[in-house]
């Protein structure tokens, strides 16, 4: 563990049924829940910024709004859409957390929640 808090990468995916905001606001929210959760309970003020991106067949919403529900209204946020690579995972939404944090890079846990377990295959 470092003495000085450094930016880390912390990565994680989810899939939806549906393109439907509903659906894409519950599985990102569940998905940050858990990224939080499993590494040392983030808070907001240790992010630096969050970086989501949707499969092209996922138009319905925006991730990013499932965090500012949270409450995370000074974190910057960044949605794009992701490159449509013929036979990717369809109905995927991607998260890059960029936290200040003491932890090594191997101490960093990884999400992927859903069907998202075949892109550790990619």
């Not at 630096?48 to 949707?54: D, G, I, P, Q, R």
Request: with cysteine; charged share 25%.
């Amino acid at each position: 563990m470092k003495d000085t808090p450094v930016v880390r990468g912390i990565r994680g995916a989810t899939t939806v049924n549906k393109n439907e905001a509903k659906e894409i606001y519950k599985a990102t929210t569940e998905l940050l829940l858990e990224m939080v959760r499993n590494n040392n309970n983030i808070i907001a003020d240790d992010l630096a910024a969050v970086h989501f991106s949707s499969t092209p067949d996922l138009n319905s919403a925006f991730p990013a709004k499932a965090a500012r529900e949270m409450g995370w209204t000074n974190v910057p946020l960044f949605c794009c859409v992701e490159i449509d690579v013929p036979s990717s995972l369809p109905r995927c939404i991607r998260v890059l957390m960029l936290y200040n944090t003491k932890l090594a890079q191997d101490q960093i846990s990884h999400v992927y929640l859903r069907d998202t377990y075949k892109l550790r295959d990619m």
